[in-house]
């Protein structure tokens, strides 16, 4: 047998990246399998769940034969709030209905705010109803498959869906089903099953734990041979919230950024937060609740932009958009490419480049998305503040703390010191440092994952003037953004 480690995976959007870590947090190999989301009319956005598990029987082959390694615990997280339908035999019904990306259950969403009551939401559950809950998206499967849910269901996420093959357990943490908006009762933190039945008759709900706690240990599974019996697992969680325990980022006045394929906030209170636009969610352990944003788009924009330039290394257009300098020389950009998601709750709103001119080049392009995405990310600051939530500093991961130029607009444009640690693999990091927590194997993150840099903002009036348009950019264009959305969606129905 090789090193000991503990076992990390993560489902995201685009990719599923497991990483092995040995006891001292060091890193001993990671492995990335790219995916694709099915796109479907009304805004559908799903995806296999029978992926999910293929793509974790792979990884983990590849790293335990790579590496030898005897791994000691084994943690996963997903892209979420999933709404994954099985039947008793855990056979989907059809592809899961993914996060806020997903817009199908307009009609839910609405027919059940008017039922329930905003005001009613709000005080119960913490959080509206919008595109992000899995409880609308839940009431769309039933609505379309009644038969099934007669016969009962089951509900999964991305972490549960693995958590189930690897333990046999049906479980789901509270994190997660604080996300599953309005089955999930805030102040008992459990399910509440009288709303279950309303909205999907028939759902069988999962046993709740807390993300960091020991749910099962592993069964032998004749395709995975590589991995043993009576491997400790963790019910896991939320991609964003395993990414936030991979830097630390707890403290009641730090405030948790995810560069990844989407921008996520995690704001952390001691007691329960709410605002009308934002999330308010259970956290990842006992005594912690957060105030949650996430943009619509932020990796998968600047991807978009590089595919769409031609450029293969991203360090090429941050060279471009460096030497354009503040303001991206005139341009100011709306990121709303697909929708967006805090404070705004707009799904149909729409990217916005103003500006433009004959002098502008990509560079300028690609700095006013980056600079676009900074602006929202202080628009939500701002809501998590004025709802009582204290933002004191930034602490970062993912794919775009790889260079400082993103990062260093982020903190310009808010105001805000940035903290980046040594390691910003991501959620499967955390979710190797909640196992390795849970069995006892480490006591602190600083002693798994140190702070490497800290970047120190330096505001600009610029800056200030140009969110103040931002915000008004939004409000100038809203009206056109939505008939240009309409139009789209009879396009996609007519396709």
């Known amino acids: 047998m090789g090193q000991q480690a503990f076992f990390g995976l993560d489902v995201g959007t685009s990719s599923t990246k497991a990483v092995l870590v040995r006891p001292d947090g060091s890193v001993l190999g990671t492995r990335t399998r790219e995916h694709a ?37 084994i943690g996963v997280s997903g892209m979420g709030p999933c709404a994954a339908v099985a039947d008793l035999d855990d056979a989907p019904i059809a592809p899961a209905a993914l996060y806020g990306i997903d817009h199908r259950a307009r009609e839910e969403v609405a027919r059940l705010s008017e039922e329930l009551g905003e005001e009613r939401l709000l005080a119960e559950r913490d ?18 498959h009644p038969e099934r849910f007669d016969a009962g269901v089951r509900l999964y996420m991305p972490s549960s869906w693995i958590v189930r093959r690897l333990t046999g357990e049906y479980v789901l943490d509270r994190h997660s089903a604080s996300q599953c908006t309005p089955l999930y009762d805030a102040a008992r933190q459990e399910w509440d099953p009288e709303m279950a039945q309303r909205i999907a008759p028939g759902v069988r709900l999962p046993r709740l734990g807390w993300s960091t706690e020991v749910c099962g240990t592993t069964r032998e599974r004749p395709d995975l041979p590589e991995l043993r019996a009576g491997i400790p697992v963790i019910f896991g969680s939320i991609d964003a919230w ?101 404070p705004l709750q707009d799904p149909d709103a729409r990217g916005v480049v103003a500006g433009l001119t004959l002098e502008h080049g990509r560079g300028h392009l690609y700095r006013a998305l980056l ?39 982020v903190s310009d444009v808010t105001g805000l010191r940035q903290v980046v640690r040594r390691n910003t693999v991501g959620a499967s990091y955390g979710d190797a440092f909640m196992v390795a927590e849970a069995l006892g194997a480490v006591e602190r993150l600083d002693d798994w994952n140190p702070v490497e840099r800290v970047i120190e903002p330096e505001p600009l009036p610029l800056y200030d003037d140009l969110y103040q348009d931002y915000r008004r950019l939004y409000e100038a264009t809203a009206e056109i953004q939505h008939r240009l ?8 129905e007519n396709a």
């Open 127 to 144: 959080s509206l109803l919008t595109s992000q809950a899995a409880g609308p998206k839940l009431a769309w499967f039933a609505a379309r």
């Open 371 to 409: 600079e676009a995405t900074a602006f929202a990310v202080r628009h939500n600051v701002e809501v998590m503040e004025d709802a009582g939530a204290s933002v004191g500093t930034l602490v970062c991961a993912g794919g775009g703390v790889r260079s400082d130029l993103w990062p260093r607009i």
């Open 242 to 342: 395993a990414e936030q325990e991979s830097v630390g980022a707890t403290g009641a006045d730090e405030l948790f950024l995810m560069y990844g394929t989407t921008l996520f906030l995690i704001a952390n209170s001691p007691r329960r937060v709410r605002h009308p636009s934002m999330w308010g969610t259970t956290g990842t352990r006992p005594g912690t609740h957060n105030l949650a944003g996430g943009l619509a788009t932020s990796g998968a924009l600047t991807d978009w932009f590089r595919s769409l330039s031609g450029v293969e290394d991203y360090a090429e257009l941050t060279d471009d958009a460096a030497r354009v300098g503040p303001g991206a020389g005139g341009l100011l950009a709306l990121p709303y490419f697909a929708g967006e998601r805090t």
């Open 37 to 73: 989301v099915e796109r479907g009319p009304g805004g559908a956005v799903g995806m296999d769940p029978g992926i999910w598990w293929e793509e974790f029987r792979e990884l983990y082959a590849a790293l335990a034969a790579e590496h030898g390694a005897e791994v000691l615990g």
């Open 485 to 492: 959305s309409a139009v789209q969606h009879r396009k996609g």
